[in-house]
């Protein structure tokens, strides 16, 4: 069954420090990829998506992620964090036409002062 | 831009009685989700539909229901409210292909006492 796995549920890091989340999906002929962002009290919105072309994805907010077929992983970077960037980080595929995601678990983000 | 909205942001409800989650878009998607975000877990799709009137389970559609009598709307039942329906649940629709972006609605924090 295709899945995805966010492979660190807590990441505490200090503000202006850089920071990866990382992700990785079962191996599929066609996949799109996705990062959502959810803030305290709020819907999911769109960091970024990989759909073909340039495995380097650049997203808003400073973010981006860099797909890696081989290793079968998507992870999500940013060089320099701030205190706005706490939220809760969701991985997510799809993997044929109907455009069902299937999510990782979700990474919590803490950045600290 | 894209608004999903959601009848409410939080309810309490007692077990056993009925209720009804509302879901509307704005931008003529054929696509809507239904979603419950319980920690650790991330977000598990309940039921989603193609069209008016369509409907398929998803991967936890056990004590729920869906109706889409409208284009823009869709609606979430729990038709006896138990304790372990206490969730975030969270609405997204999508356009016609299956690499768009799925927009969310803010959620409805559920508590079935």
């Known amino acids: 069954a295709q899945s995805v796995t966010q492979l660190d549920s807590q990441v505490p890091v200090f503000e202006e420090a850089p920071v990866e989340l990382r992700c990785n999906y079962s191996?599929?002929?066609?996949?799109?990829l996705f990062w959502y962002v959810q803030y305290p009290n709020q819907g999911l919105q769109l960091l970024l998506k990989y759909l073909s072309g340039s495995t380097l994805v650049k997203g808003i907010n400073g973010f981006e992620a860099e797909f890696n077929k081989s290793q079968t992983s998507f992870h999500l970077r940013k060089p320099s964090v701030h205190i706005s960037d706490t939220a809760e980080y969701f991985c997510?595929?799809?993997?044929?036409?109907?455009?069902?995601?299937?999510f990782g678990q979700g990474t919590e983000l803490s950045v600290k002062p | 831009d894209v608004k999903v909205t959601q009848s409410s942001r939080y309810l309490v409800k007692r077990t056993g009685e009925k209720v009804f989650l509302e879901c509307v878009q704005d931008m003529d998607h054929e696509n809507m989700f239904w979603y419950r975000q319980d920690p650790g877990l991330g977000l598990r799709l309940i039921y989603f539909?193609?069209?008016?009137?369509?409907?398929e389970k998803g991967d936890i559609p056990e004590g729920y229901s869906v109706s889409r009598e409208k284009k823009e709307r869709f609606s979430l039942i729990l038709e006896s409210a138990s304790t372990n329906q206490t969730s975030m649940y969270l609405c997204a629709s999508i356009g016609p292909t299956a690499y768009n972006e799925q927009f969310f609605g803010p959620g409805t924090r559920l508590t079935v006492l």
């Open positions: 191996s599929s002929v066609s996949v799109y």
């Open positions: 539909s193609y069209d008016v009137k369509m409907k």
């Open positions: 997510a595929a799809v993997y044929n036409q109907g455009g069902k995601l299937i």
